[in-house]
């Protein structure tokens, strides 16, 4: 409207300008994962059963994801009232989804938000199963400019036939950044808490037979697709069933049972024949992944987190499930539920060693094709099967084998478990107490040549580390003293600079002072920050820490270093009120510093056209947790579980005419120092896959403050 015929008359009334759907999609979705994630949710909150994302072409901006549900879908009420209006009370007055009571997960109006973080131009297809044709609904994310009414801009809805009964299908084309396949597993991770793991084993699949109907599951799988070729990138058969201890498949051949167990772990790969008569079964295939709830089995095989991601789901999850004609028996396999009676068996190898074996250790499925019913007939309330011989058999089919695979499991379990008791009761022949030499150790030592090798190694090892350790205890003192007597002439140093810089000096000169107050001012802050560092040492009482504050205290100390090099240092966080359990604030100074000196030499190695480290902070599950990643020239898959242990390192060795710092740069104890500090706060580290255009990228997770602490903290 023109300034001169504004119109007041009866008041004025609030506009929305259209650049607000722009700065909302950036500021309420920070990263594309959690863009994506929400849309996944959308998905859920709809009922769906089956979600495919498929990434198109995402190796460079410009590709398309496209997100398939089979769930409600939307009619035109729905579309314009729900996800065409801003702030939409829908999921205030329906809190639930209509068919499967599930407790809506998507955030209020995220979604459309989503779909413009994500890419320049929105698809949405929608159909419900009353509607007899579906709605097409194109969105250019362009026309919200600033300076435009939002209510002047229209998107066209037209009908078309589609060839599903009922679900959505999003389009998000122009994608604004490219899509790798460590980020797509992490967008799998994010959904993982809402999936039950009703995947049916290979026999369904072939069979044709698997059912989508009246099951309250729900299933995302994730693939990509490049120059016409699609394979899949995440689902949980591959992220978590993957991680068994043991997969066991048993089948019948002629009414004999048997059943194949293989465990990379413990490199078993052997068939069994089942104890029992099986005369009355046809036509049976299971498939079982058997879990140990101890990670002592699981490390260097699989990083702790997924470890602690599987041991939760086990609570509500396994289980032996049952299917049949491809569809979902229940309650068989649900929690409570002993069909198979494992819980009444109790199991131990011939020595009475324990085997872990309960309905929590198997994530199974079993599956029957009986079209007939002629086998196996459904009770006249159509909850479960009427158990008779054939119901029996199955039931006593699967527990015999899963017995009989779980007990050939353990019994190599337990040889790996008396070879290292054995080659530690071997090292405890050195004891402190002990005054004879390592010679004279070696020559009374009885014993193979392996375990005498293992003791020198062990020896060895104790010697390097506790030499290494009193030297840098003794650079530590020697810091402690520079820092304190250098503070006495920095303000000597400062004042003798300014003077000269307003001195009637040449252009030159004047130069030369200005990059040597610039050095000047980087080696104040750096001793500033060592000073710091150990005055906070001295005070050894512990306090909950927000870990932003302490990033962005240590971006002011590296900040003159890096507008000198070629780094970009680039932060993001999720959330504010970050708080770690109480510790020590000189210990992250430690882990801060040591992460960052690793990118640096990682960079500088690598050499690329930009530095580039990034450094995201968050919360989630109890846990604040801080990525630190660069693009350096990464850590080799095969050096990724021994980053951390003591003296390993890929730095250069110093020459011998280096100086005693440089000595210490490259020793390989960085890392095990800083992965000390945080095992001792009941913390985790693990190298993970980065984001795109990152090489590495480290991962902390410590526990948060509970209320009670900040409390107690004053805070």
């Given at each position: 409207?023109?300034?001169k015929?504004?119109?007041?008359?009866?008041?004025?009334?609030?506009?929305?300008?259209?650049?607000?759907?722009?700065?909302?999609?950036?500021?309420?979705?920070g990263?594309?994962?959690?863009?994506v994630?929400?849309?996944?949710?959308?998905?859920?909150?709809?009922?769906?059963n089956n979600?495919?994302?498929n990434?198109i072409?995402?190796d460079?901006?410009?590709?398309?994801?496209?997100?398939?549900?089979?769930g409600?879908?939307?009619?035109?009420?729905?579309l314009?009232?729900?996800?065409?209006?801003?702030?939409?009370?829908?999921?205030i007055?329906n809190?639930?989804?209509?068919?499967?009571?599930?407790?809506r997960?998507?955030?209020?109006?995220?979604?459309?938000?989503?779909?413009?973080?994500l890419?320049?131009?929105?698809?949405?297809?929608?159909?419900?199963?009353?509607?007899?044709?579906?709605?097409?609904?194109?969105?250019?994310?362009?026309?919200?400019?600033?300076?435009?009414?939002?209510?002047?801009?229209?998107?066209?809805?037209?009908e078309?036939?589609?060839?599903?009964?009922n679900?959505?299908?999003?389009?998000?084309?122009?994608?604004r950044?490219?899509?790798?396949?460590?980020?797509i597993?992490?967008?799998f991770?994010?959904?993982?808490d809402?999936?039950?793991?009703?995947?049916?084993?290979?026999q369904?699949?072939?069979?044709?037979?698997?059912?989508?109907?009246?099951?309250?599951?729900?299933?995302?799988?994730?693939?990509?697709?490049?120059?016409?070729?699609?394979?899949?990138?995440?689902?949980?058969?591959?992220?978590?069933?993957?991680?068994?201890?043991?997969?066991?498949e048993g089948?019948?051949?002629?009414g004999?049972?048997?059943?194949?167990?293989?465990?990379?772990?413990?490199?078993?790969?052997?068939?069994?024949?089942?104890?029992?008569?099986?005369?009355?079964l046809k036509?049976?295939?299971?498939?079982?992944?058997?879990?140990?709830?101890?990670?002592?089995?699981?490390?260097?095989?699989?990083?702790?987190?997924e470890?602690?991601?599987?041991?939760?789901l086990?609570?509500?999850?396994?289980?032996?499930?049952?299917?049949?004609?491809?569809?979902?028996?229940?309650?068989?396999?649900?929690?409570?539920?002993?069909?198979?009676n494992i819980?009444?068996?109790s199991?131990?190898?011939s020595?009475?060693?324990y085997?872990?074996?309960?309905?929590?250790?198997?994530?199974?499925?079993?599956?029957?094709?009986?079209?007939?019913?002629?086998?196996?007939?459904?009770?006249?309330?159509?909850e479960?099967?009427?158990e008779n011989?054939?119901?029996?058999?199955?039931?006593?089919?699967?527990?015999n084998a899963?017995?009989?695979?779980t007990?050939?499991?353990?019994?190599?379990?337990?040889?790996?478990?008396?070879?290292?008791?054995?080659?530690?009761?071997?090292?405890?022949?050195?004891?402190?107490?002990d005054?004879?030499?390592?010679?004279?150790?070696?020559?009374?030592?009885?014993?193979?040549?392996?375990?005498k090798?293992s003791?020198?190694?062990?020896?060895?090892?104790?010697l390097?580390?506790?030499?290494?350790?009193?030297?840098?205890?003794?650079?530590?003192l020697?810091?402690?003293?520079?820092?304190?007597?250098?503070?006495q002439?920095?303000?000597?140093?400062?004042?003798?600079?300014?003077?000269?810089?307003?001195?009637?000096i040449?252009?030159?000169?004047?130069?030369?002072?200005?990059?040597?107050?610039?050095?000047?001012?980087?080696?104040?802050?750096?001793?500033?920050?060592l000073?710091?560092?150990?005055?906070?040492n001295?005070?050894?009482?512990?306090?909950p820490?927000?870990?932003?504050?302490?990033?962005?205290?240590?971006?002011?100390?590296?900040?003159?270093?890096l507008?000198?090099?070629?780094?970009?240092?680039?932060?993001?966080?999720?959330?504010?009120?970050?708080?770690t359990?109480?510790?020590?604030?000189?210990e992250?100074a430690?882990?801060?510093?040591n992460?960052?000196?690793?990118?640096?030499?990682?960079?500088?190695?690598?050499?690329?056209n930009?530095?580039k480290?990034?450094?995201?902070c968050?919360?989630?599950k109890?846990?604040?947790?801080?990525?630190f990643?660069d693009?350096?020239?990464?850590?080799?898959s095969?050096?990724?579980?021994?980053?951390?242990?003591a003296?390993?390192t890929t730095?250069t060795p110093?020459?011998f005419d280096?100086s005693?710092?440089?000595?210490?740069?490259g020793?390989?104890?960085?890392?095990?120092?800083v992965k000390?500090?945080?095992?001792?706060?009941?913390?985790?580290?693990e190298?993970?896959e980065?984001?795109?255009?990152?090489?590495?990228c480290?991962?902390?997770?410590?526990?948060e403050?509970?209320?009670?602490?900040?409390?107690?903290?004053?805070?």
């Open positions: 409207m023109d300034e015929n504004l119109d007041i008359t009866g008041g004025v009334r609030f506009s929305v300008d259209a650049g607000i759907i722009n700065r909302l999609g950036k500021e309420l979705v990263r594309a994962e959690t863009a994630s929400e849309l996944v949710k959308n998905s859920y909150d709809a009922d769906a979600v495919i994302l990434f072409n995402t460079k901006e410009g590709g398309t994801l496209i997100i398939t549900d089979d409600l879908g939307m009619n035109l009420f729905e314009i009232n729900g996800f065409m209006r801003l702030s939409s009370s829908d999921k007055h809190p639930v989804s209509p068919i499967y009571k599930r407790q997960a998507g955030k209020k109006g995220i979604g459309r938000f989503a779909t413009q973080r890419g320049d131009r929105l698809t949405i297809i929608s159909k419900t199963k009353d509607s007899p044709k579906a709605l097409k609904l194109d969105v250019e994310w362009d026309k919200y400019k600033t300076d435009v009414e939002l209510d002047s801009i229209y998107n066209p809805v037209i078309i036939d589609v060839d599903f009964i679900g959505t299908k999003l389009f998000i084309d122009g994608l950044e490219p899509w790798s396949e460590p980020q597993k992490r967008v991770r994010y959904v993982l809402l999936l039950q793991p009703d995947f049916l084993s290979n369904s699949v072939q069979l044709n037979i698997a059912s989508k109907d009246s099951i309250g599951y729900f299933n995302v799988n994730c693939l990509k697709s490049s120059n016409g070729e699609t394979h899949a990138i995440a689902n949980l058969d591959r992220l978590v069933f993957d991680h068994a201890i043991g997969v066991i089948y019948l051949i002629d004999k049972g048997l059943c194949e167990v293989v465990s990379e772990r413990f490199n078993i790969n052997d068939s069994i024949i089942v104890d029992g008569d099986f005369s009355f036509d049976v295939h299971f498939k079982v992944y058997y879990f140990i709830y101890n990670y002592d089995w699981y490390e260097g095989f699989l990083p702790k987190m470890y602690n991601r599987i041991e939760s086990s609570n509500e999850h396994s289980g032996i499930k049952l299917y049949r004609n491809g569809f979902r028996v229940l309650p068989y396999g649900e929690v409570g539920n002993d069909w198979v819980e009444k068996t199991l131990k190898t020595d009475n060693a085997v872990p074996f309960s309905n929590i250790n198997f994530f199974g499925f079993v599956e029957i094709v009986d079209k007939s019913g002629e086998v196996f007939e459904e009770t006249s309330s159509r479960g099967l009427i011989v054939a119901f029996r058999q199955l039931s006593l089919f699967v527990n899963l017995r009989q695979a007990l050939r499991i353990n019994s190599s379990r337990f040889s790996e478990k008396q070879k290292k008791k054995e080659g530690e009761d071997s090292r405890k022949k050195f004891n402190k107490n005054t004879r030499t390592t010679k004279q150790k070696l020559e009374d030592l009885k014993g193979t040549d392996e375990e090798n003791i020198i190694d062990d020896a060895i090892y104790q390097e580390e506790s030499e290494m350790l009193r030297v840098l205890a003794g650079i530590g020697n810091i402690a003293e520079f820092t304190h007597e250098i503070r002439f920095i303000p000597s140093f400062n004042g003798s600079i300014n003077f000269l810089i307003h001195q009637d040449s252009k030159q000169a004047k130069e030369s002072l200005l990059n040597l107050k610039e050095n000047f001012n980087r080696f104040k802050t750096y001793t500033s920050y000073d710091h560092t150990i005055s906070q001295v005070n050894r009482d512990k306090q820490l927000n870990i932003l504050k302490l990033v962005d205290e240590f971006k002011e100390i590296i900040k003159y270093e507008t000198g090099s070629s780094i970009n240092l680039i932060e993001e966080h999720y959330g504010y009120d970050l708080f359990c109480p510790m020590h604030p000189s992250w430690s882990i801060l510093y992460l960052y000196t690793n990118s640096k030499k990682a960079i500088n190695r690598a050499q690329p930009e530095g480290i990034k450094i995201v968050g919360k989630e109890g846990k604040v947790y801080l990525e990643m693009n350096g020239d990464g850590i080799p095969k050096y990724r579980d021994r980053v951390f242990d003296f390993f730095s110093a020459s280096a005693k710092n440089e000595s210490v740069t020793t390989g104890l960085g890392l095990k120092i000390d500090i945080i095992i001792a706060y009941n913390g985790i580290i190298v993970i980065p984001e795109v255009d990152y090489k590495t480290f991962k902390i997770e410590i526990p403050a509970s209320t009670q602490i900040l409390e107690q903290y004053g805070y």
